[in-house]
């Protein structure tokens, strides 16, 4: 009877194991086709993080124009790459004309995000190529958003549709399937420790 018993637990957990596989690797497949925007704040003083909101929006209106037209991850990372100074720019534009002085820094960057849901799908945790833009000293509360596909400002409705048009159809059944917390906690786990480990081989 023990031993019967064992059997079933050993082929539950083995089931467990071979279903999770194709999940966390479909999960790491929607962080290659994503590129997101990382902005940190300052600091946390409610001033400092008012700040980050206001470079967050001139910096969308900004670059609207630039992800609206691309129709790939590659696409939207090169209108960076070519656009960074004036991204830059205008953050730094943004935060002068509220009356402060902090250096601004955008660049192009590999890290990572947790679990995020929006109002359309979730975005599991992983490693995501992004547009960071730091104010100051960039120790404050940080604020991220998807753009590519280009989400930030969008309706639910458009979040869905975008998110369609730039992912698989595997991968959008992932991201769309809000019955799988467990897996996607999974995956954040694994992913933590995978950051944590490349962070030491650095």
Partial sequence: MKLWIKAVCIAFVLSVIYSFIPFEA????????????????NSDSAEDQALKLKVRDRVLRESEKLFSEAGSKREAERAVAD?????????ADEIAGNGYAYPVKAELCRMYFPTRKYDAFTLPAGCYDSLRITIGEGKGHNWWCVMYPSICLSAASDQDERAKEALSDGEYKIVKDQNIEY???LV?????????FGKRGD
């Fill in 83 to 91: 656009n960074l100074q004036l991204l830059a720019d205008c953050a």
């Fill in 26 to 41: 479909g999960c790491v497949n929607i962080s290659n086709e994503v590129f997101r925007l990382h902005i940190p704040a």
């Fill in 183 to 185: 897996k996607f906690k």
């Fill in 188 to 196: 954040e786990i694994i992913e933590q420790i995978k950051d944590f």
